[in-house]
């Protein structure tokens, strides 16, 4: 009995001892979980802090957007290596700047022609040209030295050309044809088309930009080429010599001066039928010379549709210009009137030392200049 009390007792003891160790193991355990979960606030705290910070930086699983994604912009092409500049190659023949002499054969007629180019010509640019006729029994080489419009030409940056006409057989000058059949073994017109053409085509001239001038019967071929070319004649310059085909009948209305000396015996002025030129007194050629200077040219103002009347203007001592107003297509008319001139070209200083064999040389007006400075207004495609 007190043996089996005194075995209770022991197991009480034992059971309370047990309790008692665990009640200090559980203790432990709440104080480290304590310690534990302060730990993991701390750092889920500091955690949030970074998170925050991430989310905002980038967006895991961002919103939709209608904004357009940006372009980005195409890297700026390299820029091209210039090329090297390359002279362009000469459209035409290889004329030299100054004189140059050519034969040129158009219908089985061959010409002794000069054509002058200014320094400026390239043998590409179309230039402005002059053809320059001369007179009854000249030739290229005297027109050159009697006009001079070589240095204005050089100066002017324009083309002159020279031609010399033929010898009709049985006669020893050289001529221009005024009217068709006049020489049935030549075609003058035909070769004043060849030039042209070869000007053109070969030597850079400007279609636009063909003008005509001349002496005496160079002067009334001039004439012949507003009634018969006016559609390649831009504008024209007579001296000593204008008429009036009777069957003329210009396509265009032609720009158009001419100069004329009222002393002028070979071809005379007022039309009294003698001329210097005229041995026979019963020759064909005397009705020519009766024609008036002044009346002829009053016909292409009638053509031109230009005012009757003209108006006058004095320029020096010497010459009277008329000038016919309220043409066709605006071009201008005049007639100059040389007071006691003979058969000159006004202006030239050759002319002026040949009083005894061609009358009286006026200076007042120079036809080279003046009549370069008319011509070169007008183009056909005006």
């Known amino acids: 009995m007190i043996r089996r009390l005194i075995f209770v007792l022991l197991a009480l003891v034992l ?30 705290a500091d955690d949030s802090t970074d998170t925050s910070v991430d989310e905002t930086a980038v ?6 957007t209608d904004e357009p994604a940006p372009t980005e912009e195409p890297a700026p092409a390299p820029t091209p290596e210039p090329e090297p500049t390359v002279a362009p190659e000469p459209a035409c023949s290889a004329l030299e700047p100054g004189t140059n002499e ?35 029994g000249s030739n290229a080489i005297e027109q050159i030295q009697y006009s001079s419009y070589e240095s204005l030409a050089e100066k002017e940056g324009f083309m002159v050309v020279h031609p010399t006409g033929l010898v009709t057989p049985g006669e020893t000058a050289t001529t221009w044809e005024l ?33 005509t001038t001349g002496m005496s019967n160079g002067g009334f071929f001039s004439a012949r080429l507003i009634c018969e070319r006016a559609d390649r004649i831009a504008a024209a310059v007579s001296v000593a010599g204008t008429y009036h085909l009777d069957d003329c009948e210009p396509s265009r209305p032609v720009p158009y001066l001419a100069f ?20 026979d007194p019963d020759a064909v050629s005397v009705e020519f010379f009766e024609q008036v200077m002044p009346d002829e040219f009053a016909e292409f103002t009638v053509d031109f549709g230009c005012d009757a009347e003209a108006t006058t203007e004095t320029i020096g001592t010497e010459v009277i210009r008329y000038n016919y107003a309220n043409c066709d297509n605006d071009i201008a008319m005049s007639f100059f009137e040389i007071t006691d001139g003979g058969h000159t070209w006004p202006g030239s200083a050759l002319g002026a030392a040949l009083v005894d064999l061609l009358g009286y040389q006026t200076m007042d007006v120079d036809a080279t200049v003046l009549g370069w400075g008319f011509m070169s207004q007008f183009s056909l495609d005006d």
């Open 15 to 44: 059971i309370a001892s047990a309790c008692s160790s665990n009640d200090s193991a559980d203790t432990a355990t709440a104080a480290d979980t304590d310690e534990t979960t302060g730990s993991e606030s701390d750092v889920a």
């Open 59 to 64: 967006d895991p699983d961002p919103a939709p």
């Open 102 to 136: 050519i034969e040129l054969t158009v219908n089985g007629d061959t010409h002794q022609v000069f054509v002058f180019v200014p320094s400026s010509y390239d043998g590409v640019t179309p230039m402005p040209a002059v053809l320059n006729w001369h007179g009854r």
């Open 179 to 211: 009217i068709d059949g006049q020489d049935t073994t030549r075609d003058d017109l035909g070769f004043a088309d060849g030039l042209i053409d070869e000007l053109i085509a070969n030597w850079c001239a400007d279609a636009n930009q063909i003008y």
């Open 260 to 279: 004329h000396g009222t002393d002028d015996e070979t071809v005379p002025f007022n039309g009294s039928g003698q001329s210097d030129l005229v041995d």
